[in-house]
């Protein structure tokens, strides 16, 4: 048996990397991965002096890694406030564990941490809405099928928030989608034909109303990003949500996960590609008309929002 060295230094390989070429070791692992995590910030979401940066946190590994990087960056700046903000959707026997686990963890670092849920909010947990739209379900077409559960759970929690953020006057919002979540999301929305929504979100998230989103982990495969938190002693997803995701994201990760064995680097070559079109196409659309929700005042594209849209019409029929 052999060990392979580290590219960098002598010490033995921890991980390695097919898109790049290179075995790393531990410490060079942990370098490589916070710096392109920094690129990212400095390349799309610059942090500014007096930000003050919302951390969405779930628990899981994703959320977790995304808290260490900020806290490990922007710890330090007296200047700069750091808060963790975690939604309870409502899940029962998944999301009250990670709970826990985001609150030991924003203890453990001395982050301040704000909690919200879905029956506060909304007067309804995810379970709730998940099981009244199976049985709205059952007396619907296939069209009205095609909505899983993690979209509704998507836009209701999204809407949460950006609304915390913007309460406690954050201006910018920490999100920790990797770089898989972030390729299988524009392949999805390539293949139900709604890249215009999605350019027009990237290209609004900066007008009025709307928190930056910043997702320095995007150019993370999440492997590493699993190794990482482990490495980290954070937490990891110890069970999956009941609802799950939705049949087209599973086929969507097997399919890029094979594409990747086969051809390192296609995920990251599909979101660079994504990112090189959004300016071009976003300059056809009109994204400054942005409304405010008739029902809720929360800023969206409509004269009704998708989160309200979604309970008014489509689940809660009270
Ligand atoms: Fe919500 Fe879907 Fe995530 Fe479950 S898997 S918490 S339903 S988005
Ligand atoms: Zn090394």
Redesign the pocket.
């Known amino acids: 048996f052999m060990t392979i060295k580290c590219k960098k230094c002598s010490t033995p390989s921890i991980i390695y990397q097919p898109y790049s070429g290179l075995h790393l070791c531990e410490k060079h692992f942990f370098e490589d991965l916070e710096r392109k995590a920094k690129l990212t910030l400095r390349q799309r979401y610059p942090i500014r002096k007096n930000d003050v940066i919302a951390v969405a946190l779930s628990g899981g590994k994703d959320s977790s890694v995304a808290l260490l990087l900020m806290h490990k960056i922007f710890g330090n700046r007296p200047d700069i406030k750091i808060i963790a903000v975690t939604i309870d ?1 409502g ?1 029962a026997g ?2 009250n564990e990670s709970i826990e686990r985001a609150k030991e963890m924003t203890a453990r670092l001395g982050i301040e941490h704000i909690v919200r849920s879905f029956s506060d909010e909304y007067g309804k947990t ?1 379970d709730a809405i ?1 099981s009244e739209k199976r049985l709205l379900e059952n007396h619907l077409g296939d069209e009205k099928k095609e909505l ?3 979209s ?3 836009v209701l ?1 999204k809407k949460i928030l950006n609304k915390v953020a913007r309460d406690i006057g954050a201006t910018k919002l920490v999100i920790g989608h990797n770089l898989d979540d972030e390729a299988q999301t524009i392949m999805l929305n390539h293949f139900r034909g709604d890249v215009e929504r999605m350019v027009r979100f990237s290209a609004a998230s900066e007008l009025n109303g709307f928190i930056v989103r910043a997702k320095p982990l995007r150019k993370i495969p999440e492997k590493e990003v699993a190794l990482y938190a482990y490495l980290h002693d954070l937490p990891m997803e110890l069970t ?6 939705g049949a087209l994201r599973k086929e969507v990760r097997r399919m890029l996960n094979g594409f990747e064995v086969n051809h390192p680097g296609t995920k990251y070559s599909l979101v660079r590609g994504f990112d090189n079109m959004v300016p071009l196409l976003a300059s056809g659309l009109a994204v400054s008309d942005l409304q405010n929700c008739e029902i809720c005042g929360e800023p969206c594209n409509d004269s009704v929002c998708q989160a309200c849209k979604m309970l008014e019409k489509n689940v809660l029929q009270s």
């Open positions: 959707e899940i998944y999301r995810m998940a899983g559960a993690c509704y759970c998507g929690r999956s949500c009941p609802h799950s995701f």
